[in-house]
């Protein structure tokens, strides 16, 4: 990111940023759906610096390995 350029991104897709970069985190929605559901946060970042990020949240990043994995029937 060059300097002062704004990116946003859902909490769930950042995996790590540089020291130089600025965050802030906040809600989007109402509270009831940040609580009930664990979704309706995302950060704000400001740069210069690096941003890394995934295309899959956590969540469904798990999932979707856990389905590739080979199992047992014992």
């Known amino acids: 990111m060059s300097t002062g350029e704004k990116i946003t991104l859902d909490t769930g897709h950042v995996v790590a940023f540089d020291e ?3 965050y802030s985190v906040r809600k ?3 509270w009831k759906s940040t609580i009930l559901s664990g979704e309706g946060l995302v950060t704000d970042f400001v740069g210069p610096g690096r941003l890394w990020l995934q295309t899959r949240s956590s969540a469904d990043l ?3 390995l856990t389905a590739k994995l080979p199992f047992s029937r014992s």
Do not use: D, L, R
Request: aromatic share 12%; proline share 0%; charged share 0%.
């Open 20 to 22: 130089s970069v600025q």
């Open 62 to 64: 798990i999932a979707w």
């Open 28 to 30: 989007v929605g109402g």
